[in-house]
Nanobody, 123 residues
Framework: QVQLVESGGGLVQPGGSLRLSCAAS????????MGWYRQAPGKQRELVAT???????NYADSVKGRFTISRDNDKNTVYLQMNSLKPEDTAVYYC?????????????????WGQGTQVTVSS
């Protein structure tokens, strides 16, 4: 079994910062791309940022210059540093990872999601 566990959400004032973490655990053979998505009330889930196993990054236009995604491959962990937070950043943030898990004598590649962590930006 593979699990993604997120941490670091919370309440912050506009202009503040938060750092989200997401650790993958279980019978992991390899991790390909990892990323963060978010879903605000009444809206569809949207991409925030992604990072490949080689470190190439991609950001939503709405967070460019304010958020930074990074990963520690030794720890199977992805991070999202969020600066200059705005009320419109309020959402549940979900970690996503493209993981090849060990299954028997082989492996199976699947998309995995974390349980989500709430980020609220409000004064």
């Amino acid at each position: 079994q593979v699990q993604l566990v997120e941490s670091g959400g919370g309440l912050v004032q506009p202009g503040g910062s938060l750092r989200l973490s997401c650790a993958a655990s279980g019978s992991i053979f390899s991790i390909n791309a990892m990323g963060w998505y978010r879903q605000a009330p009444g809206k569809q889930r949207e991409l925030v940022a992604t990072i490949t196993s080689g470190g190439s990054t991609n950001y939503a236009d709405s967070v460019k210059g304010r958020f930074t995604i990074s990963r520690d491959n030794d720890k199977n962990t992805v991070y999202l540093q969020m600066n200059s937070l705005k009320p419109e950043d309020t959402a549940v943030y979900y970690c996503n990872a493209d993981i090849s898990a060990v299954v028997g004598i082989g492996f199976r590649r699947n998309d995995y999601w974390g349980q989500g962590t709430q980020v609220t930006v409000s004064s």
